[in-house]
């Protein structure tokens, strides 16, 4: 969990979990693919663009399961 | 934030880089027409090469390596003739193909003028500006965006050396959120130090949203500023960031494409090429002449300019290093743009890799002729928010502003004025 402390983020610290294409399996730190960190309130986000195969999408690890649908149709 | 290798694919420009590659396939404008009399030359930098532009004698234009082949001497200094440009030092001549027409002080039957290239590149003329193409034969047509055909307009043309590297600037497009920091609250702030009103200031409402969708020619960027809905202009038209390196924005009263053309990876030339539209039913004359003008971005002080709009975009753009350094920024949700716009980049160098032609490289005349581009008209629902102030944007340098606003206020020239010929 350490990768995702953003009180002591470390570059090399947080470029270490997403290494590959979650479709096609090259590695995403080609330097004409896209892996690029933006945070999204509690959480790192990586957003991949894989120039061999054109997946586009954003990878986070999951540091708490929530159930927002069920939330939601209680409320319904 | 992105590694080390990727920011370089993204930022370097020079020839044989990825990314230097895929901008030469594109038409950069490279002076105003007004720059280049009869006979005259101009140096450019474009895309890491020092080249001279010139007209020659028959009034047609040549862009070439600055140094001549001979001994290094600059062309710049060089004698346009009837067909080419001729060194200054010892005579050699060198047609618009970069051929070597002439050594006059070789034997008469020499063939080492055959033997001498020097590298040379397409131009074209279009709105009032010089066009460049660098890139591999065939040669795509230049795109005919509307502000560069448009009629009945005003045109001014504003430009700036940025001692920094292309792709901050472009981002900088595709960051809608700075609009209400660096041209609202910090307007204020400037305003303050002053001694001017802050309240007359209309740029500081709070982004309730914004959004990029992909279009035929770019990204179009979109907002809804508190107290707008969707219905908004800003939201439901927007404005684009054309592929490689323009943004266009304005107004009910003008228009202006920001046209950024790397000089290398430090530098980028910059054009405000402004259009100001006359209120309904006023026509402007035909032959007005198109100013052009310096925006300062700094003064006398080394200080940077930050009273004007466009000087705190240069500010910002500048202090973020000559190369702005990647590897350490914390983007957020309101950054997405910025990612956008990086993979579309990495997108269009895909495809040119594969064999294929990137976005906005044309090769049906029709289909470049008169491209219309959408934008708002009605800015922040103020309808003509940035023509009003006129004098708070780089167009306040314009030599001719006063008889601009005039012209297409109440269709009538300053006399005496002698201020719009350049």
Excluded at chain 2, 33 to 62: A, F, H, N, P, Q
Excluded at chain 2, 164 to 190: A, T
Excluded at chain 2, 378 to 399: C, E, H, I, M
Aim: contains cysteine; hydrophobic residues 35%; glycine residues 8%.
């Amino acid at each position: 969990m350490r990768y995702f402390n953003q009180a002591s983020i470390d570059t090399k610290e947080i470029r270490n979990p997403v290494k590959f294409c979650p479709c096609c399996g090259e590695s995403l730190r080609d330097p004409k693919s896209l892996l690029n960190l933006f945070t999204q309130g509690e959480e790192l986000v990586y957003f991949c663009w894989c120039r061999h195969c054109t997946w586009r999408g954003e990878i986070k690890a999951i540091t708490r399961v929530l159930a927002p649908e069920l939330a939601s149709e209680r409320e319904a | 934030m992105l590694t080390q290798e990727q920011n370089e694919t993204l930022i370097r420009v020079g020839k044989g880089t990825p990314v230097g590659t895929l901008l030469r396939r594109y038409w950069f404008p490279i002076a105003a027409s007004s720059e280049l009399t009869k006979s005259g030359t101009k140096k450019v930098k474009i895309l890491g090469e020092d080249l001279v532009l010139y007209r020659d004698k028959s009034e047609k234009l040549g862009l070439v390596q600055e140094r001549c082949p001979h001994r290094g001497v600059s062309l710049v200094y060089g004698i346009p003739e009837e067909d080419g440009i001729r060194c200054q030092y010892h005579g050699w001549c060198f047609n618009h193909q970069g051929a070597c027409t002439e050594q006059p002080n070789e034997p008469e039957h020499s063939t080492f003028k055959d033997r001498i290239n020097i590298s040379a590149y397409h131009t074209e003329e279009l709105g009032g500006l010089i066009f460049a193409y660098m890139g591999p034969e065939p040669v795509p047509v230049l795109p005919k965006y509307d502000l560069f055909v448009k009629e009945n307009v005003i045109r001014t043309i504003g430009y700036a050396e940025i001692p920094c590297n292309w792709l901050q600037i472009m981002e900088n497009s595709l960051d809608p959120i700075h609009l209400e920091w660096l041209h609202g609250r910090y307007f204020e702030h400037v305003f303050e130090q002053q001694g001017r009103p802050v309240d007359e200031w209309p740029i500081s409402k709070h982004h309730v949203k914004i959004g990029f969708d992909k279009f035929d020619y770019g990204i179009i960027k979109k907002r809804v500023l508190e107290g707008q809905t969707e219905e908004c202009e800003d939201w439901a038209i927007g404005h684009p960031v054309v592929f490689p390196n323009m943004l266009r924005v304005g107004d009910l009263g003008a228009h202006t494409f920001q046209i950024r053309v790397p000089m290398d990876d430090t530098h980028t030339y910059h054009f405000w090429y402004t259009c100001f539209i006359p209120v309904s039913g006023i026509e402007v004359p035909k032959d007005y002449p198109i100013s052009m003008y310096e925006a300062p971005l700094k003064d006398e002080n080394g200080q940077y300019i930050t009273d004007y709009i466009d000087g705190q975009d240069m500010m910002a753009w500048v202090t973020q290093g000559e190369i702005a350094n990647r590897t350490i920024e914390r983007l957020g949700t309101s950054d997405k743009g910025i990612i956008m716009f990086r993979q579309m980049v990495l997108e269009e160098l895909a495809k040119l890799e594969k064999g294929l032609d990137p976005i906005c490289v044309f090769r049906d005349p029709q289909a470049a002729e008169h491209i219309k581009l959408p934008q708002e008209e009605d800015k922040f629902s103020v309808g003509d928010l940035l023509s009003g102030v006129a004098k708070d944007w780089n167009t306040r340098y314009a030599p001719n502003l006063d008889e601009i606003i005039s012209l297409c206020k109440h269709g009538k020239l300053l006399t005496g004025s002698g201020s719009h010929t350049t």
